[in-house]
C-alpha cells in the first residue's frame, strides 16, 4: 500500500543521510560524509561497504536494475540499465553491485553529442558517482547520479563544469572569508528553480504534428479568450490539474523534492512549481528529475505537460527563474545583510562581486539560456529583455548611493558611512513590489535571474554565474590580501566597484523601449537578441581567459559547447522548418482547395437558381482565400528554398546566422497567411484543433 504520510514518504526512494546513517558502519559513514562535505577522494573499501549497502537498500525498496545517471550536453539526463544479477555457481543468481560499478560507469556514449571532443575511434566516454547527489529509485532502477567524461578527462555534460565552478567559488570565498575572520570550512551556492509549464489534454495535443515534432505550435489563430482577463493567474485549480499536481507532489516527495508552492500561472493551462531551494548541484539534479517525472505524471492523467519556452503565440511563454545565493557549511547567507557593521561589510563585498560578475560577464549570462525557444520569450514583453540588468530595490540602492558619494544615509545617523565601522540600517526585506521586469532582482537574500526558459537545465546558468562571482572575489581578495588597513582597503574597494559598474543596475521598466535605447546607447550594455547573436562570445577572449582560469573549462571543451549549442539552434528550427512545409502542403492547402470547392459549387448552383443571387460571404471569402493560398504557396516554397540551401552552409556560425535572417522570418511570413486562412475556413474543414480547443482542453 502506498504511504501517505508525506514525512514518511519523502525521501523513501532516496539513499540519503538518514538512510547512510543507520545503514552503514560509523567508520564507512564517517568517511562518505568527508567526501560528501569536503570532496575528499574515497578509498576502494569505503566504497565497496556503501555499495552493498546501497544495493541491499535499493533491493528492499524494488530495484532489480542500477544505473549511472548522466546529463549529456543534449540538455536531458541519460540512463542505461543494468541488472544487478550475476550467475551464481549452483545456476541461480546472485544480487550483485561493487564498488567499482558505483565509482565508474563506461556506458556507449558515442551518439552523444561531443562538439568534436570525442573521436570516433575513442568512443567510450566514462561516468564518474558524484556523491554529492544522493542516489535514488525510479522505475525499479537505482540511479546513481554521475559526471560524464571523455577518457582524456573532458567535460561530455553539464555536472562537470557545475562541480568545478562551485570549486572556484567556495576556494576564493574561502579566502574572502579568512580576511574578515569567518569561520567556514567550505562555502556552497545554493539554487531554488522555480518552473513553469503548460497542460495540454493528450488527446487534442496528438492531432498537432507540430507539438509533436518540436513541443510548440508552429500555426493558430488567436482564440476569442486568451489571457487578457487575467482570471488565470493564482486562480482556482481544475480538478483535473489538481490531481496531478497531487500526483506530481508524491511522486517528487518520495524522491526527495522539496516541491513546495504551485499554482496556475498568466496563460490559460499554464502552472508553476517550486522547490524550496538545495545546493546548486543537487538542485540541477532535481530539476532534470523534476521535469522528466511531471511529464510521466502528466501521461498518467491523460494530458502532456509541454515544457517549450513559447509552445503558443500570443499568450506568455514559459520561464524557469533561478533564484540564487551564496553561503557557509556554518549557516551564513552571505547575501544576507548582517546584525553587525563587519557582518553588513561582508555582505556588500559579496554584494559587490555579483554586481561586477554580472556586468563583466553580461554575455555569458545571456548566453547561458540561449535556446532556438528561448529566443521567442527575451524582450517579447512578458519576459525580461535580452539585456543584462540588475535590480536592487530602492533601499539597497541608497544605500549603495550613500558610499558611492560619500554622503550620509538618510534615516541613519548624521555622518558619512564608514564600512566596517557604521552599521547598516535595517532594511525591510519586502518582496511584494519588487519589479518584476527585471532579469537579474535582488530579493532580499538572494538573487533571481528570470531569463532562464522553461526547458532550460539551470546548470549552464549556473556554472557562470558561479565562475563569475569567484573571479570577482578572486580580484578582491589578491588585493586585501596585500592591504596594510583592512578596513580602509575594503571601503574603497566596495565604493569603486560599484561606482565603475553603476551602469549594470537599474530599476526602471525592462519592458519599454525606452530602457532598450538607454541600455544599448548610453550605458554600453549589451543586447544579444537570439542565440545566433550570443553563442558565439562563449569564445572571447575574455570570457575564455575567465573559465579557464578558474578550471571551470577548457579550451576545447568550450569550442565544443559552443559548436553543440548554436547546432543544436540550427537543428531545432530546421525540424520546425520542415512540419511547417509538411503541414502546409500535406493539409493546410488541401483543406482549404476543399473549402474552396465547397464554396465555388455552392456559388455556381445558387447562382443557377437564381440571376439576382449575390453570393457575398462565398465570393469575397473565395477571392481573399484564393489569394492567401498563391501567398501561401509562394511562401512555403520560398522556405522549402531555404532549407535546401542552408544543408550547404559549411559552419555552424554561418548556419546559424541564416536560420536567424532567413529561416525564422520566412517561417514567420508562411505562419502569417496560414493564419488568416484559418479565421475565413469553415471549422469543419480545418484539419487540426485550434488555439481554444488546446489552450481551454484541459477541464
Ligand atoms: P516568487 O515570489 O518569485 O514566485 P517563490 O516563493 O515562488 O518566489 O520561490 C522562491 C524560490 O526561491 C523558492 O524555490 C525558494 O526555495 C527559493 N529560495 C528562498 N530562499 C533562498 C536562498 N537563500 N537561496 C536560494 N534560493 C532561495
Ligand atoms: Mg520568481
Not at 548624521?414 to 530579493?443: E, I
Not at 530602457?515 to 549589451?526: C, F, H, I, P, Y
Request: hydrophobic share 40%.
Amino acid at each position: 500500500m502506498e504511504k501517505q504520510n508525506v514525512p514518511e514518504l519523502f525521501g523513501s526512494l532516496v539513499f540519503n543521510d538518514k538512510v547512510m546513517r543507520a545503514r552503514l558502519s560509523s567508520d564507512v559513514y564517517a568517511s562518505l560524509r568527508e567526501t560528501i562535505d569536503k570532496n575528499v577522494k574515497l578509498d576502494e573499501s569505503v566504497a565497496d561497504a556503501v555499495a552493498e549497502e546501497m544495493k541491499n537498500w535499493a533491493i528492499e525498496n524494488g530495484a532489480t536494475h542500477f544505473t549511472h545517471w548522466f546529463q549529456p550536453l543534449t540538455g536531458v539526463t541519460a540512463e542505461k540499465h543494468d541488472s544487478f544479477i550475476s550467475p551464481s555457481p549452483d545456476s541461480g543468481v546472485l544480487m550483485e553491485f561493487s564498488g567499482k560499478e558505483l565509482i565508474k560507469g563506461e556506458p556507449d556514449a558515442s551518439s552523444f553529442p561531443s562538439g568534436g571532443l570525442r573521436a570516433t575511434f575513442e568512443a567510450r566516454g566514462y561516468t564518474a558517482w558524484d556523491p554529492t547527489s544522493y542516489a535514488f529509485i525510479k522505475d525499479h532502477t537505482l540511479c546513481i547520479p554521475t559526471a560524464f567524461c571523455s577518457y582524456s578527462g573532458e567535460a561530455l555534460d553539464k555536472k562537470t563544469p557545475l562541480l568545478r565552478s562551485m570549486q572556484a567559488i567556495n576556494k576564493q570565498a574561502l579566502r574572502i572569508l579568512k580576511l574578515f575572520g569567518t569561520e567556514a570550512n567550505y562555502v556552497r551556492t545554493s539554487v531554488g528553480p522555480e518552473q513553469e509549464y503548460f497542460l495540454v489534454d493528450k488527446e487534442v495535443f496528438d492531432k498537432r504534428p507540430d507539438l509533436i515534432y518540436t513541443g510548440r505550435t508552429l500555426f493558430g489563430a488567436m482564440p476569442p479568450k486568451g489571457q487578457e482577463m487575467d482570471d488565470h493567474y493564482f486562480g482556482v485549480i481544475k480538478p483535473r490539474v489538481s490531481e496531478f499536481m497531487e500526483d506530481l507532489n508524491k511522486e517528487l516527495w518520495k524522491l526527495g523534492i522539496l516541491a513546495k508552492t504551485e499554482h496556475n500561472e498568466v496563460a490559460p493551462a499554464q502552472h508553476e512549481l517550486a522547490p524550496i531551494y538545495s545546493t546548486t548541484n543537487v538542485a540541477t539534479d532535481s530539476n532534470q528529475l523534476m521535469m522528466e517525472i511531471m511529464k510521466k505524471v502528466a501521461s498518467r492523467h491523460g494530458m502532456v505537460c509541454l515544457l517549450h519556452e513559447k509552445p503558443f503565440a500570443g499568450v506568455n511563454g514559459s520561464g524557469k527563474h533561478n533564484n540564487w545565493s551564496i553561503g557557509t557549511d556554518t549557516g551564513i547567507n552571505l547575501l544576507s545583510p548582517g546584525k553587525t557593521p563587519y557582518e553588513n561589510a561582508q555582505f556588500l563585498l559579496f554584494l559587490s562581486a555579483v554586481i561586477q560578475a554580472v556586468d563583466d560577464y553580461q554575455d555569458l549570462l545571456r548566453l547561458s539560456v540561449a535556446t532556438a525557444g528561448n529566443d521567442h520569450r527575451l524582450g517579447a514583453n512578458e519576459a525580461p529583455p535580452a539585456i543584462i540588468s540588475i535590480f536592487l530595490g530602492d533601499e539597497l540602492s541608497a544605500i549603495l548611493d550613500a558610499i558611492r558619494n560619500d554622503k550620509p544615509y538618510e534615516g541613519t545617523e548624521d555622518v558619512v558611512m564608514k564600512l566596517g565601522v557604521h552599521s547598516l540600517p535595517r532594511f525591510s526585506r519586502d518582496t511584494t513590489d519588487r519589479n518584476r521586469t527585471s532579469p537579474f532582482a535582488f530579493t532580499g537574500n538572494k538573487f533571481e535571474f528570470r531569463s532562464l526558459g522553461s526547458s532550460n537545465s539551470i546548470a549552464c546558468c549556473n556554472i557562470m554565474l558561479n565562475a563569475a562571482v569567484a573571479e570577482s572575489l578572486k580580484q578582491y581578495a589578491d588585493e586585501l590580501e596585500k592591504a596594510d588597513d583592512f578596513e580602509a582597503a575594503l571601503h574603497e574597494l566596495i565604493k569603486r566597484v560599484i561606482t565603475e559598474h553603476q551602469r549594470i543596475l537599474f530599476d526602471g521598466n525592462g519592458y519599454g523601449e525606452e530602457w532598450v535605447k538607454e541600455a544599448t546607447e548610453v550605458r554600453g550594455l549589451s543586447n544579444l537578441k537570439t542565440t545566433a547573436d550570443a553563442m558565439p562570445h562563449l569564445l572571447d577572449e575574455k570570457n575564455k581567459k575567465m573559465l579557464i582560469e578558474h578550471k571551470v573549462f577548457t579550451e576545447s571543451e568550450l569550442n565544443s559547447r559552443c559548436e553543440i549549442m548554436l547546432e543544436n539552434y540550427v537543428k531545432t528550427v530546421n525540424i520546425e522548418g520542415l512540419t511547417m512545409v509538411n503541414m502546409v502542403r500535406k493539409n493546410y492547402l488541401p483543406a482549404i482547395e476543399r473549402y474552396l470547392y465547397r464554396l465555388s459549387q455552392t456559388t455556381v448552383l445558387m447562382k443557377q437558381v437564381s440571376e439576382k443571387v449575390k453570393c457575398k460571404y462565398e465570393v469575397s471569402t473565395m477571392e481573399r482565400l484564393s489569394e492567401l493560398t498563391d501567398s501561401i504557396m509562394d511562401s512555403v516554397t520560398d522556405l522549402e528554398d531555404a532549407l535546401a540551401k542552408f544543408k550547404t552552409l559549411e559552419n555552424v556560425f554561418k548556419s546559424s546566422a541564416f536560420v536567424r535572417d532567413e529561416l525564422l522570418p520566412k517561417m514567420d511570413t508562411l505562419r502569417k497567411y496560414v493564419d488568416e486562412a484559418e479565421m475565413l475556413t469553415s471549422q469543419r474543414d480545418w484539419p487540426f484543433p485550434s488555439y481554444g480547443q488546446l489552450l481551454f482542453s484541459v477541464n
